[in-house]
């Protein structure tokens, strides 16, 4: 059996993908070892791994993640959290180290310590056919231009950075996708634009679906048929009057429109049609295996249960990776996208009217739907996970082949 230490960044769409692969291990009798920050403990503690907080305490993110400024946090946050890291590490002794492709100083620690490495993808994977958002681009230098604070800030602590440390291969920019010799994507080959173009260190795993808290408040069994499902994530703030928009264009043509409000409170909505469930949060999984359609914000895990579920998307995109979902969607037919600022109450009714009424879209999220079970999920992710160690340890690391 192996040690594994798993490093991330602190967003809910990095770590959750890795949970269920944690669990997995887990449950085969390896040791687990995730450094987090306090908010996401319990979670992962329940998964089967042992926590180690990072000793900087809580550093936050942009909120939304601008690219540039995202850069620039990321690089900081590296130096500050790379002393306590490596001193935890040093401890741990562990045979291989898994982290976040966003998580840079989780690829440094590894190659600092000599420890061989897999990193995790929870969006695209990304190269010279598929265009990173945050890889060096017009837009990002006019971002640079326009903060030339921030990008000066990057700037400093990305030098430091490369001369305290073994930084190795690590992007000079494009920090959020430091890959290493095994890469895991957590979406199936067929949804990943451009497979073809990467090599056979990347690893299409599909969805990372396990296990959740249970809700005993919400039953989706009184839910009517058909389903239709809301939710506009929590990292860009909807906001009630989108939210609002949502549920009464909807209303017309479900038999429950479920509507995930996320930081907004139900009662901010206003009086909703008398099919319309507001409330903060609920059991997506469950709800997707019901639904007929899902309305989404296009984070890249949501969109995957979508795919996995079968269900046609009506994507709306705010920012960050969310256009390059939404696009992908659309080109492979399985569902339709829209702006924020086209949400009006007749767009979206007769968008989700097209989506329901139209079997192309739900053939071809039957489509996804089977390429993400084919792809093998957290079990599958495992199997890779395993398998690269024992090539490791056999001195064969090289033979390693791609699975199905």
Partial sequence: MSTVSFLNIGMHGYINPTLPVVAELARRGHTLTYHTYPSFAAEIEAAGAQVH?????????????IPLALLEELARTSLQLMPGVLSDLRDIGPDLIVHGAACPWGAVAARELGVPAVATFTTFAFNRQVESPTGVSQGLVAAALS???IAWRYARARIALSRR????????VDLLNAEAKLNLVFTSGAFQPGTEAFDQSYEFVGASVGSRPSDPAFDAFKLKDPVLYASLGTVFDAGPALLRTFAIALAPLGGTVVISTGHTQPEELGTLPSNVLAVQSVPQLRVLDRAALFVTHGGMNSVNEAMRAGVPTLVVPQGADQPLVARRVVELGAG?????DEATLETVNATAWRLLNEPSFRASAAI??????RAGGARRAAD????YAQDISGGAASGRKRGP
């Fill in 53 to 65: 907080l990072y000793t900087e305490g809580y550093i936050p993110l942009p909120d939304p993640p």
């Fill in 147 to 149: 903060h030339p604070r």
């Fill in 165 to 172: 440390y073994q930084t190795g291969s690590l992007p000079l």
């Fill in 336 to 340: 339709l996208s829209i702006r924020t």
């Fill in 368 to 373: 996804q739907r089977t390429a993400q079970e």
């Fill in 384 to 387: 890779v996970i395993e398998r």
